[in-house]
């Protein structure tokens, strides 16, 4: 039946005048976040953060590995709040002390310039939490990765939790179940799970992060049988029984300094470097197809790997008047010192 043509032009029309929302909800909270946040109030915010994360590329290869992280350890524990980049002061206990991020986060003196760079341009304006999230996603693709609109408008918490940073970050040495128990935790999937660790395509390990896949990895004297051996003995070189503890090895050692899909191929050759990463290829069927497909199909991990920074990035953030806008990243306004 042919529909009247006064009808259609109506239909069109609601369409044309409807408010377009880019906006996302947040995980956990009642607001919004979108990308246009700062359009009006700090119209060159991103375009800052963009230039001073390619100049530290230029002298650091490894910073945009460590940004990620600092923004995936930020978002895992009480949500993306900036609580990641507290110092003790007070009554609050920084969580750079947590297992997962002594002597090896990083990156917290470039956040800094960061934040002072913007309160030069727009004090008070932008907070240390999206400054993280810009930052994650100019690292994936000043490296070769996807881009993606950051959903904007976090606030930045009066607090940090000590024991969060370590019982909620995943582990090198967790079990499949517990990592995705952990995921799971903040609203994210076993989807997420996969793609998320394929930001172990760039960055670095610690020794004390795989040695037990060297050496005993069940309690029994032996290697992990799901690490290739040859490049074990490799490993054992640089990563001895005892000692050694900080020496750092590629997460992907095909192409450690590019954002790419290389990560997965080295898991079906069994040369992921963690235990963490390993499991997602032999313990569970659903993430080996995942793992295959991405291995295969590098721009459906890039796809897939946007969206889920998009939905790791909305872990219960502060809005509207919760938290405030930190004026100097590792301190909360008006701290005792």
């Known amino acids: 039946m042919a529909v009247p043509l006064n009808i259609l032009i109506v239909a069109v029309s609601l369409i044309a005048l409807s408010p377009l929302c880019l906006c996302s ?43 990620l992280r600092l923004h995936f350890h930020d978002c895992f524990v009480k949500g993306c709040d900036a609580s990641i980049l507290l110092d003790n002061s007070g009554t609050i206990i920084s969580e750079k002390r947590s297992n997962p991020n002594r002597n090896s986060a990083r990156g917290f003196e ?4 960061i934040k002072h760079a913007l309160e030069q341009e727009c004090p008070e304006t932008v907070s240390c939490a999206d400054i993280l999230a810009i930052a994650a996603r100019d690292s994936t693709v000043i490296t070769g990765g996807p881009h993606w609109e950051v959903p904007l408008g976090r606030r930045d918490a009066r607090g940090a939790s000590l024991s969060g940073s370590n019982n909620d970050i995943p582990a090198p040495n967790n079990t499949f179940q517990t990592i995705l128990t952990k995921f799971k935790r903040q609203g994210l999937n076993l989807v997420d799970l996969v793609s998320l660790s394929g930001s172990h395509t760039i960055g670095n390990s610690r020794c004390t992060s795989f040695r037990q896949r060297l050496y005993n990895q069940s309690g029994n004297g032996k290697p992990d049988q799901t690490l290739n051996q040859y490049y074990a003995s490799v490993l054992r070189k640089q990563c001895p029984r005892s000692g050694g503890d900080q020496n750092l090895f590629f997460l992907d050692f095909a192409t450690p300094f590019k954002f790419d899909n290389h990560y997965f191929k080295n898991l079906i050759m069994y040369k992921g470097l963690l235990s963490s ?38 872990i219960s953030p502060l809005t509207g008047g919760e938290g405030e806008i930190r004026r100097i990243c590792r301190r909360v306004n008006h701290a005792p010192y």
């Open 277 to 314: 990463d390993e499991v997602l290829f032999t313990k569970n069927k659903e993430s080996r197809e995942l793992v295959k497909l991405y291995a295969e199909n590098e721009e459906a991990f890039f796809e897939q790997f946007a969206k889920s920074m998009v939905k790791m990035g909305n």
């Open 110 to 113: 470039l956040i800094e310039e």
């Open 25 to 67: 909800k947040a995980y956990g909270s009642g607001g919004y976040l979108f990308p246009q946040f700062y359009d009006h109030s700090c119209p060159k915010a991103q375009e800052i953060v963009k230039s001073i994360v390619a100049k530290a590329f230029a002298q650091d290869p490894r910073m945009p590995a460590s940004l």
